[in-house]
T-cell receptor, first 114, second 107 residues
């Protein structure tokens, strides 16, 4: 039972390049989330999904797109990377809308945009 | 909208007790969570409160007052490994995290 798996773990991009971050969960969770974490800013929600085929915008969606074609996978895309997108990205999943123990997090993806 | 406030940094001595406060204003409420996050790692679940009162789990306890929009996390018998960031998160329709409190435990 792997829980929530994020790939890649590290990536360096040049400004303007594109990439996709993959999040996979094997717990049959309905809800999945993408967060970014910057120093002093806590976790900010980028996009989320309440089920297969559905996505919604969070607090900081600009510059990102997402897709949830399969229930177990939630993809985060950067269309044209900018230095402001240098951050640590965490994926999370949960049953329904939360409840104890809340969200299961992946190990994170450390992205640098030069 | 959502607004969650917690102190930026706290320091305490090994073996002591520390209380980390969290105040929130949200447009709905379905529960409050506390997470621990060590540097370079993912957050890990500590506690969940949905009703008023105190929830105790070993050295950690969490309190909630929904009418006051207030919670605290109480850490007893502090150990060096408790040095970490502690995140308060409120679940309305979607979860919102506070900015985290960095706790430094010194000998």
């Amino acid at each position: 039972n792997a829980g929530v798996t994020q790939t890649p773990k590290f990536r360096v991009l040049k400004t303007g390049q594109s990439m996709t971050l993959l999040c996979a969960q094997d717990m049959n969770h309905e809800y999945m989330y993408w967060y970014r974490q910057d120093p002093g800013m806590g976790l900010r929600l980028i996009h989320y999904s309440v089920g297969e085929g559905t996505t919604a915008k969070g607090e900081v969606p600009d510059g990102y797109n997402v897709s949830r074609l399969k229930k177990q996978n939630f993809l985060l895309g950067l269309e044209s990377a900018a230095p402001s997108q240098t951050s640590v990205y965490f994926c999370a999943s949960s049953t329904l809308a939360g409840g104890g123990p809340g969200w299961y997090f992946g190990a994170g993806t450390r992205l640098s945009v030069l | 909208g959502q607004n969650i406030d917690q102190p930026t940094e706290m320091t305490a001595t090994e073996g002591a007790i520390v209380q980390i406060n969290c105040t929130y204003q949200t447009s709905g409420f379905n529960g409050l969570f506390w997470y621990q996050q060590h540097a370079g790692e993912a957050p890990t679940f500590l506690s969940y409160n949905v009703l008023d009162g105190l929830e105790e789990k070993g050295r950690f306890s969490s309190f909630l007052s929904r009418s006051k929009g207030y919670s605290y996390l109480l850490l007893k018998e502090l150990q060096m490994k408790d040095s970490a960031s502690y995140l308060c998160a409120v679940l309305s329709y979607i979860p919102t995290f506070g900015r985290g409190t960095s706790l430094i435990v010194h000998p």
